[in-house]
């Protein structure tokens, strides 16, 4: 998002310490009250001065408890459209004026997820992406690459989990494997197509929403095996299974992908 819409001047003070790890991001997007109708935000950004100061409450923000900075969407214009009245900005997670506490999972974990409220936080103006009201665009290039399998990472993981749950069999192979390591294969080659596209220039814009709805479909067949093959006794793969069900959650419910595939893809409802 910032090597899309930042200004040159954004993109080489915060593009070096992003790429190589020496400053830590966190993602202010969803809210308690707008997690997938995320237009529905209303964490506010109001000009004083040279400065916005942020009021508002965001939520599932990963790893905000280390993060450096925050790509923050706030509403500037309440008079706007509801598409049209957000703005982006890079805001100083070390200040006055944020607040966090973390979220504790059902599998155990409390590092992973925070809630963070603004109150009075402060950022430079000339620390907006884009201009004013363009903060959308930035959130749907994000949310399109974060809804990518850009990496072979996923179905390298998902298939090493399928592999060590083989390994543990003495008998048949339970249905739920059989089907996991299926799915995993097919996700493997998936991926490898849409990294041969991407080398080629191809611009998948929508399609994501495809990737991300068979992710979910292959990491919820990996976590019902890995109950089926391991049941509660052992905690990192029930662990597995746990983690999964929240892949039909973040990063855009499946109904929104399955919505956005039918509008944007098959041209259905137009």
Same mark, same amino acid.
């Given at each position: 998002?910032?090597?899309?819409?930042?200004?040159?001047?954004?993109?080489?003070?915060?593009?070096?310490?992003?790429?190589?790890?020496?400053?830590?991001?966190?993602?202010?997007?969803?809210?308690?009250?707008?997690? =997938?109708?995320?237009?529905?935000?209303?964490?506010?950004?109001?000009?004083?001065?040279?400065?916005?100061?942020?009021?508002?409450?965001?939520?599932?923000? =990963?790893?905000?408890? !280390?993060?450096?900075?925050?790509?923050?969407?706030?509403?500037?214009?309440?008079?706007?459209?509801?598409?049209?009245?957000?703005?982006?900005?890079?805001?100083?997670?070390?200040?006055?004026?944020?607040?966090?506490?973390?979220?504790?999972?059902?599998?155990?974990?409390?590092?992973?997820?925070?809630?963070?409220?603004?109150?009075?936080?402060?950022?430079?103006?000339?620390?907006?992406?884009?201009?004013?009201?363009?903060?959308?665009?930035?959130?749907?290039?994000?949310?399109?690459?974060?809804?990518?399998?850009?990496?072979?990472?996923?179905?390298?993981?998902?298939?090493?989990?399928?592999?060590?749950?083989?390994?543990?069999?003495?008998?048949?192979?339970?249905?739920?494997?059989?089907?996991?390591?299926?799915?995993?294969?097919?996700?493997?080659?998936? !991926?490898?197509?849409?990294? =041969?596209?991407?080398?080629?220039?191809?611009?998948?814009?929508?399609?994501?929403?495809?990737?991300?709805?068979?992710?979910?479909?292959?990491?919820?067949?990996?976590?019902?095996?890995?109950?089926?093959?391991?049941?509660?006794?052992?905690?990192?793969?029930?662990?597995?299974?746990?983690?999964?069900?929240?892949?039909?959650?973040?990063?855009?419910?499946?109904?929104?992908?399955?919505?956005?595939?039918?509008?944007?893809?098959?041209?259905?409802?137009?």
């Amino acid at each position: 998002g910032l090597g899309r819409h930042g200004s040159k001047e954004l993109q080489q003070r915060f593009l070096p310490g992003m790429i190589d790890g020496t400053e830590r991001w966190c993602q202010g997007f969803s809210e308690p009250g707008a997690g =997938s109708d995320l237009a529905a935000l209303t964490t506010s950004a109001t000009l004083e001065g040279d400065h916005y100061v942020i009021h508002g409450h965001k939520i599932w923000t =990963s790893y905000s408890d !280390v993060a450096d900075w925050c790509l923050l969407l706030a509403r500037t214009d309440s008079q706007a459209p509801r598409h049209k009245g957000i703005s982006a900005f890079i805001v100083s997670m070390k200040q006055p004026g944020v607040q966090q506490r973390p979220l504790r999972m059902i599998s155990g974990i409390t590092t992973e997820f925070g809630q963070v409220s603004f109150d009075g936080a402060t950022v430079p103006a000339d620390r907006m992406v884009g201009a004013p009201g363009e903060g959308w665009k930035l959130a749907m290039t994000v949310v399109g690459h974060e809804r990518e399998p850009s990496t072979l990472g996923y179905s390298a993981r998902y298939a090493k989990t399928v592999r060590v749950l083989a390994d543990r069999l003495d008998g048949p192979v339970p249905d739920e494997l059989a089907w996991a390591a299926v799915q995993s294969e097919m996700l493997r080659l998936h !991926v490898r197509r849409r990294l =041969s596209e991407q080398l080629d220039g191809v611009s998948h814009g929508p399609d994501g929403s495809l990737d991300k709805l068979l992710m979910t479909w292959v990491d919820q067949a990996v976590g019902h095996a890995a109950l089926s093959v391991a049941g509660t006794d052992d905690a990192d793969m029930f662990g597995t299974y746990l983690y999964s069900r929240a892949q039909s959650v973040m990063g855009g419910t499946s109904q929104i992908q399955k919505n956005i595939i039918a509008a944007r893809i098959l041209g259905l409802g137009a």
